[in-house]
């Protein structure tokens, strides 16, 4: 049987850590790597849900994009770090890969680009990061409400906000997660920026430089690498049960 270390190494192998921001918290933050696992639960964020989950599916170690500690910890309690003490007292392991899954080839913004469809996908120049962060590639030309309306299918998001640039859009780049600062390197090389959590001044610069700009939300444009991820845990790992998550939801409700 794998140990959690085994899933660990492997993990590291497929989005390697020097990929990742200077600071973010990634790689095994619960358990111990000698602890034997049968069972994995995939998912975007492990929430109390998500260790529910584990729970009923006797699965040892939950992999997550985002980190379940973020910030240093004072104490772990039921008031500060509910979820990270449940999963301590079950014995249920936690390996985490965010920026260094964002930036991976085959990792969040590849996946991304891939449900909307883009062809001829490079990745963008970041010359302030490890590695290339965002993607840019082509769809089949069209109005910019309609390339919205076609963002919010492809990545089955509740809603969209979007900027009209005025202009057909056929160069596409994407940045899944809060990419909106890129904004002004994206502008000169595609005439639509896909992402999420932009501000109202994200959406002002747009508008006055004639430039489509989509907001998905965070969660529908990262959780598309999740099923994927499960995937190529399944094929390293044969004996064991890999599962998605399926009680995971986007938190954000529109009206």
Not at 46 to 51: A, E, K, Q, W, Y
Request: aromatic share 6%; glycine share 10%; proline share 5%.
């Amino acid at each position: 049987m794998p140990t959690v270390g085994d899933l660990l190494d492997f993990l590291c192998e497929l989005a390697p850590v020097y990929l990742a921001d200077d600071g973010d918290n990634i790689g095994l933050l619960v358990g111990g790597q000698a602890s034997q696992i049968s069972a994995v639960i995939c998912a975007l964020d492990i929430t109390d849900d998500v260790v529910s989950e584990a729970l009923d599916k006797g699965a040892g170690l939950i992999i997550s994009h985002h980190s379940v500690i973020y910030k240093p910890l004072d104490c772990i309690t039921d008031d500060n770090c509910p979820v990270v003490l449940r999963m301590i007292r079950h014995g249920i392991s936690a390996i985490c890969m965010h920026t260094n899954l964002d930036r991976v080839r085959g990792g969040v913004n590849d996946e991304l680009a891939r449900r909307l469809g883009l062809q001829n996908v490079r990745a963008l120049d970041d010359p302030g990061g490890p590695s290339p962060l965002l993607r840019v590639g082509e769809i089949d030309e069209m109005p910019a409400r309609d390339f919205a309306a076609k963002v919010k299918n492809d990545l089955g998001a509740r809603s969209v906000k979007y900027v009209d640039g005025g202009s057909a859009v056929k160069r596409v780049c994407v940045g899944g997660g809060a990419c909106g600062d890129y904004l002004a390197a994206v502008m000169p090389v595609a005439d639509a920026f896909v992402t999420s959590d932009l501000k109202y001044h994200h959406f002002c610069d747009a508008a006055r430089a004639g430039f489509t700009l989509v907001d998905a939300g965070h969660f529908a444009t990262e959780n598309v690498v999740i099923a994927p991820l499960a995937e190529r845990v399944k094929e390293r790992f044969p004996e064991i049960s890999v599962d998605i998550s399926q009680r995971l939801q986007d938190p954000v409700f529109c009206v």
